[in-house]
T-cell receptor
Framework: ETGVTQTPRHLVMGMTNKKSLKCEQHLGHNAMYWYKQSAKKPLELMFVYNFKEQTENNSVPSRFSPECPNSSHLFLHLHTLQPEDSALYLC?????????????FGPGTRLLVL | LAKTTQPISMDSYEGQEVNITCSHNNIATNDYITWYQQFPSQGPRFIIQGYKTKVTNEVASLFIPADRKSSTLSLPRVSLSDTAVYYCLVGSSGYSTLTFGKGTMLLVSP
């Protein structure tokens, strides 16, 4: 248990569906992250939030829409996804968004797009 | 961010000590070296972090030579449950984030 929870753990959706992934951290951290991990590929950073403000968007397609209502919660809204978007989506948090800070990861959401 | 190079995979047996070396020739003065462990279908988990010389915790040791161009993660007496991917990351303070490479897949056999 890392103090970062993600729901759902598994999700199957069609390309026309709209779904949302939820992440919650109980560590009092200020920074939260979304990562994507495809099969046999390194983790890809998608978004970074610091004090609820988005600070990085690594050229992520607009069909992925993040939302950070407060420092403890992070959402990833999904719509009109493609099969190649199937992956493990990981949420992480750290005290601050600095590379020297330890990131605490949630268990991930395994997404399958049909 | 400094680029890291580590072996794609390593094999070991239970009870052995495993040393995984990571090269980071372009490490900057302010960069820290951090190692994470990841099991299949789980998020990475912090193992250890260091800046120079040697750091030890209850899980592993991290050896960093004086030039800091490489680092070695040492896992004492591995068990089957240590089978995982190990990532070496290098980064410094500032408004940037760690970049995960491909990691080292460690397979521990009986």
């Amino acid at each position: 248990e890392t103090g970062v929870t993600q729901t759902p753990r598994h999700l199957v959706m069609g390309m026309t569906n709209k779904k949302s992934l939820k992440c919650e951290q109980h560590l009092g951290h200020n920074a939260m992250y979304w990562y994507k991990q495809s099969a046999k590929k390194p983790l890809e950073l998608m978004f970074v939030y610091n004090f609820k403000e988005q600070t990085e968007n690594n050229s992520v397609p607009s069909r992925f829409s993040p939302e950070c209502p407060n420092s403890s919660h992070l959402f990833l809204h999904l719509h009109t996804l493609q099969p190649e978007d199937s992956a493990l989506y990981l949420c992480a948090s750290s005290q601050d968004p600095q590379a020297g800070e330890t990131q605490y990861f949630g268990p991930g959401t395994r997404l399958l797009v049909l | 961010l400094a680029k890291t190079t580590q072996p794609i995979s390593m094999d070991s047996y239970e009870g052995q000590e495993v040393n995984i070396t990571c090269s980071h020739n372009n490490i900057a003065t302010n960069d820290y070296i951090t190692w994470y462990q990841q099991f299949p279908s789980q998020g990475p988990r912090f193992i250890i972090q260091g800046y120079k010389t040697k750091v030890t915790n209850e899980v592993a040791s991290l050896f960093i030579p004086a030039d800091r161009k490489s680092s070695t993660l040492s896992l004492p007496r591995v068990s089957l449950s240590d089978t995982a991917v190990y990532y070496c990351l290098v980064g410094s303070s500032g408004y940037s984030t760690l970049t995960f490479g491909k990691g080292t897949m460690l397979l521990v056999s009986p």
